[in-house]
Each structure stands twice: as C-alpha cells, then as structure tokens.
C-alpha cells in the first residue's frame, strides 16, 4: 500500500497519509510548562514536513508529577492563547495535530522533589542508577479519581485550543502501565489482582476523556505489545485490553514496547529476545493488529520507506516515526518528492545499558534543541557530547522546576 494514501478514522476524519512523527518528550516549555518559541519553531519544522499526523511530545496532566523538568502541562487555562498557537502551527501544514497526554507515576526523578505516586510502592530497578528515581506511593481510591479527572480535563482543553485529538498514553512504563503490569501493580483492591482490575485505569480513562470530548475530535491510546520483563504484560494481556478498548470508540491504537527498566522502545529488551533492527515491534503488532477494531499505527526502528511499505503491507495502518524525523524533520516530503532519504544515529554501544539509553535519548534530544534555534540538525555529534550537554541543561531546569514549586 503507498504511504501516502489517506486513512478514515472511526470518528469520520482522515489523516493525509500513513505516517506520524510520533510522541517525543522536548523539555522545552517555559518556566510555567507553556509552549513558546523553542517549541513553536521545532513543530514548525515537522509541519513543513508532511507528516499526515503530528503527535506532541508527552504533555503532563499535573504539574506536581513530571516525566522531566521542561516538561508542557495542560491543566487549566492559564497559557490556552500560547496552546492555540502551538495548535495552528502544527496544523498549518495539514496535518492531524494530537496531544499526547501523560502521567509518570512511579518513573519520575527524585530531584524534582515531589512525591511520586503508583499502583503500588514498588521502586524501579535500575541498579546503581535506582536512586535516581523516586520512591513511590500506593494511589487512594482519592489519588486515582483525581488523576481520571484531570486526563479528562486536559483533553478538553487541548479541544479548546485547537489541537485535533489527543492520545492517552498508557505504554511505556508510566503510570497507567503500571497498572496494568502485576509487575508494578500488587493492588488487592478494585484497581490490581485480575487483568481486568488492572485495565480499569485505562479503561475509565478513555470513557472519561472520550465524554469531555467532541465525537470529531480524535482519542487514541498508545499501549504497550509487551514489557519485555519476565511475569510482566504480555501479548495475550494486550490482546486482551485491545479486545476492550475495541468497545470504546477509539480512533488509533498505536504499539509500542518496554519501560525505562527494558527499554524495548530504543530496541532493548530485558527478557532475551532479540529484536528485529527495523520495524521491531511488526511481528508482535501484526499479531495484535488482527483482533483491533480500530486502526493501528508501529513505532520503533522505522526509518526507510521501504519499511513503512512493508509495516503498511502487513496489514498495519500506520507508521509512527521518532528518531528519523528528529534527524530529518522534513523526511515524508523527501521521500514524497522521490527522494531516498534514511536518517540514521550511529548505534551507542556502552556496556552500562542505562548510560547508553540516557545518551541516546541525549544524541536525539540535542537534534530536537537544534530544531527548536531554527538550526540544522547534527546526527554526528558525539554521544558523550550530547549526553553532558543534557544532563546540565537538565539539572539547570530542575533547579528552575524546584525553584518554581516552593521545593
Ligand atoms: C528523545 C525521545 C523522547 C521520547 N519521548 C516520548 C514521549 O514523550 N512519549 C512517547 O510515547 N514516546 C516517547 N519516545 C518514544 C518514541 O515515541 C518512539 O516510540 C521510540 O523512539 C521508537 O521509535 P523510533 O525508533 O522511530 O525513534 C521518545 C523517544 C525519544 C528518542
């Protein structure tokens, strides 16, 4: 199937074409988490890239609880003009705009000085590196109302200020993931136990947003194919929420896989599998695609446009880019106009495995900062470069985050 065949949503509206950039974290809102100019410029840059779905890096529901300091929240109306241009320029170029809506639960950094809450008081494990993280608190029954609540609030507002649809984010190892993981999640009550306990979060989630939403504006779900940790989610309990998220009028189910503990999504898994290099959560996903009523989109590894052919050929809808249009923002354009463009990252082979994904998290975060100065992007630059770079302008917005939070 050609990339560049539009897709009808269940809820009436097309996407232009088969691709999205997918969801990437900037840490490059203010002081007050609102978008300006470093975020205006870099979506900008993929607005002009023809992507036929642009997605926002993770936007936070609660303030007091960040994937990283930078970090855009939406939680009231305080910033919604600066909301409404961040909206009109992502769809300037045509595209579906959707907001990505997130909650860290447990994955947050102990720095930042607030209280992290989860399913359960289970800490993560990434050995010397575990103390980085912040020691969570099981959820009350109060906790989690709340929490269902601002999701719900925050896509209304995103409707507001002109973005197209949202996606809940429950993948990744982040709070609704957690959930649904009995890895993380050891709840005796209404919230753990059985799957179906487990997927309640997600599932109250997605009923309280699809009802403080228009029907045209689009909710999709980004979930999980697997943790890749032994005794965590799998496929047959995604296949399984999958089957009932079909009954709850989502538009797009994108797969992904693992958490900051395997990090599957960088090609990293924990259980021994090795992943394919390109288009590593196909197989999986193919599977997985066949009892979704809904579209489905692949992320991780894609960077070829023969892969998004062979990704759209198995029966997927869609192809959802990170990396590669980090490097290249204007990358479908070039692959429309004919061009033969795969931008590539030179692999990061540090035999510490935490230290080896912070940095290449680094090497693509430090394209995102060029993008947003209006400069070209720079995919040689070195890896401990990249990384240092990261954890100073890191550390400064912490200190500006704690600052700001009375921390
Ligand atoms: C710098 C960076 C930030 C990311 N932030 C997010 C995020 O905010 N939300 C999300 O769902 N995924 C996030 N991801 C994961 C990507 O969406 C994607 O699943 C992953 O990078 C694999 O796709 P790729 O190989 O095309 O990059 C991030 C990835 C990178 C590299």
């Known amino acids: 199937m050609s990339p560049f065949q539009t897709l009808k949503l269940p809820n009436g509206q097309t996407i232009g074409n088969r691709i999205a950039k997918a969801a ?10 609102s978008p300006d100019r470093a975020l ?17 890096g993770n936007v936070m529901i609660d303030r007091r609880a960040m994937t990283g300091p930078g970090g855009v929240v939406l939680e009231d109306e305080r910033h919604l003009q600066r909301f409404r241009q961040w909206a009109d320029i992502g769809r300037a170029g045509g595209a579906q705009f959707w907001m990505q809506l997130n909650h860290p639960g447990r994955q947050t950094m102990a720095n930042l000085g607030q209280q992290a809450l989860a399913p359960s008081a289970v800490a993560l494990d990434l050995g010397s590196f575990s103390k980085m993280f912040a020691e969570p608190k099981p959820m ?12 719900a609030t925050s896509a209304a507002l995103s409707e507001k200020a002109g973005f197209t649809g949202v996606q809940i ?3 990744h190892g982040y709070l609704i993931s957690q959930f649904l993981s009995p890895l993380t999640n050891r709840r005796t009550d209404r919230w753990g136990g059985t799957l179906e306990n487990r997927a309640r979060l997600l599932l109250d989630v997605v009923r309280a947003v ?3 939403v228009s029907p045209q504006f689009c909710v999709a779900v980004k979930l999980n194919s697997a943790d890749f940790q032994r005794g965590g989610f799998d496929a047959d309990d995604a296949r399984q929420v999958i089957e009932w998220l079909n009954d ?4 797009l189910l994108e797969l992904s896989g693992g958490s900051y503990e395997a990090p599957a999504m960088q090609g990293e898994a924990r259980d021994g599998r090795t992943l394919a290099r390109e288009a590593y959560f196909l197989e999986m996903a193919g599977e997985l695609a066949s ?33 590669a249009l980090a490097v290249e ?13 795969h931008p590539q990252l030179p692999p990061i082979r540090w035999k510490r495995k935490p230290l080896a994904a912070l940095a290449s998290m680094a090497v693509v975060k430090f394209q995102l900062q060029r993008l947003s100065r209006g400069r070209t992007t720079q995919p040689q630059v070195s890896a401990i470069w990249a990384l240092i770079l990261d954890r100073l302008y890191i550390a400064r917005r912490t200190k500006q985050y704690r600052q700001a939070m009375g921390k």
């Open 24 to 33: 990437m974290e900037e840490n490059l809102a203010d002081a007050d988490h």
């Open 40 to 56: 205006f410029r870099l979506y900008q840059a993929w607005a002009e890239g023809e992507a036929g779905l642009l997605l926002t």
């Open 140 to 151: 009350t029954e109060d906790d989690i109302e709340d929490v269902i609540r601002r999701f």
């Open 169 to 171: 984010h429950a993948a």
């Open 210 to 212: 699809r009802k403080a």
């Open 248 to 251: 709850q009028r989502i538009d």
């Open 291 to 323: 009892v979704a009523n809904m579209p489905v989109m692949v992320t991780g590894g894609i960077r070829r446009l023969p892969i998004v052919e062979q990704v759209l050929d198995s029966g997927i809808d869609m192809a959802g880019i990170g990396t």
């Open 329 to 341: 923002p204007l990358l479908v354009k070039h692959w429309r106009e004919g061009q033969n463009s």
